[in-house]
């Protein structure tokens, strides 16, 4: 129901007890406080003391890291404590950190996505995934994508908003500064199915393959293309704002691989970003794949692990599934479409 707080909205979803429901609950609680702590500290911008600085150290994949990624893990290892979480693996530690081990959940986490966009005041997010505990942390967080109980994010911009899966459907909710609680502002999302958008970075357009940049050119082409129809160009160069976007009005996330070096395997992280963003597309009927295959069911075998990530409007990323596997049985092709686009020669 619109404007449902957090709060009841997960009350609703423990039934009978359930230890796993309820610690999934109390640990989306506790996100949620943390979120609008941290949103504080962000609009602080330049003025906060945590904000801009760019750290001596980088994080557990390589990456700079600034005093607020930081601040933000500290935070939700916190809220993680305090939720009684077994394992605890973020994007700024090297190993999963152990809580208590005979908790039924643990959490993946990127604490503060889209932090190269902290100084430009784009909106950056928080994604996390909740996966049911095993044996010990290894066994727990490679786990493929359709284990995962809840998945979500939050995005820090004109609007703190939440977007949230317990595995029946997303929500988004959005925090009323006046209430100081987050309020459901949308009953059900669903992604349309079809996509006349797309987000992608066009500046790396030479390093992808033939196939992607096939994809691409027809939509280009335009009305007078194979695809028949205009598309728009959108990219904010933030997951979790691209993610929020499609839900609320459609289109269609690209971030393949291409031939850079540390490209091959794609950039964004399987477990703490790809996986909860894919458990969230599909539970508002869309789709995501890494090009061929089901994000969700891919075996992850390391952490950190990267891989290219396609979501958004079903139809739509199964198209560009059938440019990866069959590329020229896609459409009854004019000369003009099969050798050439707005990029090519």
């Known amino acids: 129901m619109k404007g449902m707080p957090l709060k009841e909205f997960l009350t609703a ?3 009978d007890e359930d ?17 609008a702590e941290l949103r504080l500290a962000i609009n602080e911008g330049a003025l ?25 893990d500290h935070l939700f290892i916190n809220a993680a404590r305090q939720a009684n979480a077994a394992y605890y693996a973020s994007e700024e530690q090297a190993n999963p950190i152990i809580i208590r081990e005979n908790s039924p959940i643990s959490v993946a986490i990127d604490p503060l996505d889209g932090s190269s966009n902290i100084d430009t005041n784009i909106s950056i997010g928080t994604i996390f995934s909740v996966l049911p505990s095993k044996a010990n942390a290894d066994e727990t967080f490679l786990q493929p994508g359709t284990a995962q109980l809840a998945a979500g994010f939050f995005v820090y911009g004109p609007q703190l908003t939440l977007a949230l899966t317990l595995g029946q459907g997303t929500s988004l909710f959005v925090y009323s ?32 393959d033939d196939t992607m940049r096939l994809y691409i050119d027809d939509c280009l082409s335009g009305m007078t293309g194979p695809r028949e129809k205009d598309f728009n160009m959108r990219w904010i ?49 869309g789709r995501a ?24 409007a079903r139809r739509e990323v199964t198209k560009i599934a059938r440019y990866h596997s069959d590329p020229s049985g896609i459409a009854i092709r004019h000369p003009l479409f099969g050798n050439r686009g707005l990029f090519r020669t």
């Open 13 to 15: 979803h423990i039934a």
């Open 19 to 35: 230890a796993t429901r309820s610690a999934v609950a109390a640990l989306v609680e506790r996100f949620a406080e943390v979120a």
């Open 48 to 72: 906060g003391a945590a904000f801009g600085a760019t750290l001596a150290s980088n994080n557990a994949d390589g990456d700079d890291q600034k005093a607020l990624d930081v601040h933000a």
């Open 177 to 208: 500064e006046r209430r100081g609680l987050f309020l459901k502002a949308y009953d059900a999302v669903t992604i349309d199915n079809d996509a006349k958008e797309f987000a992608v970075n066009m500046s790396n357009y030479r390093h992808w």
């Open 237 to 285: 160069a933030s997951l979790v704002a691209e993610a929020y976007r499609i839900m609320i009005r459609g289109g269609i996330f690209i971030y393949p691989r291409d031939n850079r070096k540390g490209y091959g395997l794609g950039r964004l992280r399987l477990v703490y970003e790809a996986n909860p963003i894919a458990m969230l597309i599909e539970q508002a009927g």
């Open 289 to 312: 794949i890494n090009g061929e295959q089901r994000i969700l069911e891919i075996q992850p075998t390391a952490l950190h692990q990267r891989t290219p990530l396609i979501f958004g």
